[in-house]
């Protein structure tokens, strides 16, 4: 079997456009948390009840949470998408890097906002709060998330290892993405975004699947 080439760059448009596109959802996400900051679209409470575990002063952050989270939902969907792409399309490879990049950013304002800014770096009540299904996975998620885009900049490989870890990622990305929107979602916005990000993987590895049937007889 010939060496893969190596993981592309994106360039200067792909670049851009993720950029502007991550810019522009993370300008909406602050301005929406700003805008209800007085209304009670996310309960002080955790789930399933009990005493209220943030003061009302903690609402537009709450918010911030949520809305960020959402953003980087939107941003990922390109990227969870483009990824059977890559082999064959150097263009793909290139939108699906900026994607899977500028997704990561997002997400790491999320993850700040909610480790440092709603539980003040608290690690005790992180790991026991109802509001957190799994922070032990999210964070590794992220950790691992932070390592493969390294990899994909500096390394570029495409050894067997690297692919491995990189659908094992995205493959998390997606069960974790999908079930914090659509299964735990507060509102009908979240779990509609679960359920789009769903769809939209589910048409992608269709119409992969049905391209690299039809390839070796082109």
């Known amino acids: 079997m010939p060496p893969r080439s190596p993981t592309p760059r994106p360039g200067a448009r792909p670049m851009a456009r993720a950029s502007a596109a991550a810019a522009l959802l993370l300008l909406l996400a602050f301005a929406a948390a700003w805008w209800t900051r007085e209304l009670p679209l996310f309960a002080l409470t955790p789930p399933g009840g009990g005493a209220a575990d943030m003061l009302p002063g903690q609402q537009q952050d709450l918010h911030t949470t949520f809305f960020t989270i959402w953003a980087a939902l939107i941003l990922v969907v390109p990227a969870l998408c483009l990824l059977p792409f890559r082999d064959r399309s150097a263009t793909a490879a290139r939108y699906w890097l900026a994607f899977w990049t500028v997704s990561l950013a997002v997400f790491l304002v999320h ?108």
Do not use: C, K
């Open 111 to 218: 993850f700040y906002w909610a480790v440092v800014v709603i539980f003040g770096n608290d690690w005790s009540r992180i790991l026991h709060t109802p509001r957190v299904s799994a922070p032990r996975l999210d964070t590794v998620f992220a950790a691992w998330w932070v390592a493969d885009v390294l990899i994909a900049w500096l390394w570029r490989s495409e050894a067997l290892w690297v692919r491995v870890q990189r659908w094992g990622v995205h493959a998390l990305a997606l069960v974790l993405f999908f079930m914090g929107a659509a299964r735990e979602g507060e509102l009908a916005a979240s779990r509609t975004l679960g359920w789009l990000l769903a769809a939209g993987v589910v048409v992608s590895a269709v119409l992969a699947l049905r391209y690299h049937r039809r390839a070796p007889s082109a």
